[in-house]
Structures are given as C-alpha cells and as structure tokens.
C-alpha cells in the first residue's frame, strides 16, 4: 500500500514540473525569409529617343576681313526637334552607390531661325544633325531604382546657313562644323526584370563660342564670320538590356 501511494504522489509531482519545464526550453525559430537586392553591377546596352533644343545666338566678329570688336549681334534663335540613338555603357554598385562610365552617339533633327537684326532679309539657321557623350556617372541605388548624375565630354555636328528666304541657302553660305564641349545631367531607371531597365533622363550640352566663316553675305557681297554660341537641352527615355549583377538574396 505504501509503495502505491508513494508512486501516485511521484506521478503528480512530475505532473506539476513538466510544464514549469517547459517553459524553460527555448522556443525554435525559423530562419529568416531571404530578401531579394537588385545588383546594378554589370555592362548594358540599349536605346533612346526624345527631344532637343538648342539655343543659338549670333554675332558678326569679322567683315571683309575687318575685325569686329565686339561682334555685332544678330539675334538668337531656337532649333528644336527630335533625336534617336543609342548607348553602352558598365555600372559598378558597392552599398546603395553606383559608378558607370557610358558612351552614347545619337542621330538629331534639331532646326531653328531668325532674321538677321542688322542684315534684314537675310535669315540665319542652325542645324543639328548628331551628337555624342562620353561620360562618367554617380547614383543611388534603391534596390530596383536607381537615381543618378552624370557629366563628361561632349560633340555635335552642326549646319549653319545664311539665305535671303525664298532663295534658299546657297552652298558657299552654308557651314559645317564639329563643335567639342562639356556636358552635365541626370536621370532615373528603373529595373522591371533582372535584366531589363527603362528611364528617363536629361542632359544640358555646353558647346561655347565659336567662329563661322561664311564665303558671302549678300548678292556678292564681302565674306563674313560670325562668332555662334550655343547650348543644347536634351531630354530622353532610355530602354537598356544589362549583363551581369544578378537579384541576388541577403538574409
């Protein structure tokens, strides 16, 4: 009899101290779910399109080979239009920041005109037939977006024509150049699959003064330069395919 009783009040004793036990224990966890990064890291390539405009101001710096100081103003004028083209560039991303260097080349119509203030009839105009950059880049990745500055070297290809209307622009009053410059901007893409990124973007070309040196003015008259400053505005959407830099998980 006693050894039942002294069995039963074992039973219970264990009973009371299991749960206290297990409170005690640990509780397990389940690891963390992995969170997916977008990666910019990697080379790209893709295409644009969007508009342009440049800002043209004239002034005559040289008359039958007589300098003129200070040139003489005749107006400004806007040469607006549309432009395609393309780019390739590589991306580095260490944190939330990313580097680049890209290279773009662009096709352009931009075209614009004004009659002259001191030569009236005569019109002058600008043409912009291409453009190129060559810059470096600065962002901030925030996962699939990335925000971003970009500045570098700069090149267009100009036409400039001076013409009374309705004649036309003669060839020996028309001139082409190749104009070096600087350019500054920024922009925003977006990555919507591991490989594919679209964006918009804007760049502002500084391409200075220079001289053109037309053959005429009028009717035969004395050859001329003019001293042409101009900038140009540029805004784009951007479609690029990129390698490399996968979604990859951090826990």
């Known amino acids: 009899m006693k050894t039942l009783v002294l069995a039963s009040v074992s039973l219970l004793a264990l009973g009371a101290l299991a749960p206290a036990g297990a409170a005690d224990l640990p509780l397990y966890k389940a690891p963390a779910a992995p969170v997916l990064a977008y990666d910019w890291t990697g080379a790209y390539v893709g295409i644009n399109g969007g508009g342009g405009l440049a800002h043209s101001c004239w002034g005559i710096s040289n008359a039958g080979r007589v300098a003129v100081d200070p040139p003489i103003g005749e107006g400004c004028h806007n040469a607006s239009g549309g432009t395609v083209g393309g780019q390739i560039g590589y991306r580095w991303q260490k944190g939330h920041w990313v580097l680049g260097v890209e290279g773009q080349g662009n096709w352009a119509d931009f075209k614009g005109s004004n009659v002259s203030v001191v030569l009236a009839p ?7 037939n291409s453009f190129g950059l060559f810059t470096g880049q600065l962002g901030y ?7 971003y500055g970009k500045a570098g070297a700069a090149v267009a290809h100009d036409q400039y024509d001076t013409f009374v209307p309705g004649a036309g622009a003669p060839a020996f009053n028309s001139v082409n150049q190749t104009r070096w ?3 500054a901007g920024f922009g925003i893409e977006y990555g919507f699959t591991e490989n594919w990124t679209v964006g918009g973007e804007y760049n502002h070309i500084f391409l200075g003064h220079h001289g053109a040196a037309f053959a005429t003015l009028v009717g035969g008259l004395a050859a001329h330069t003019d001293r042409i400053g101009q900038d140009i505005d540029i805004g784009l959407i951007r479609v690029n395919y990129r390698w490399g830099g996968p979604v990859v998980a951090k826990y």
């Open 122 to 128: 005569l019109t002058n105009q600008t043409k912009i």
């Open 141 to 147: 990745a925030v996962n699939s977006l990335l925000f």
């Open 181 to 183: 410059g600087y350019s």
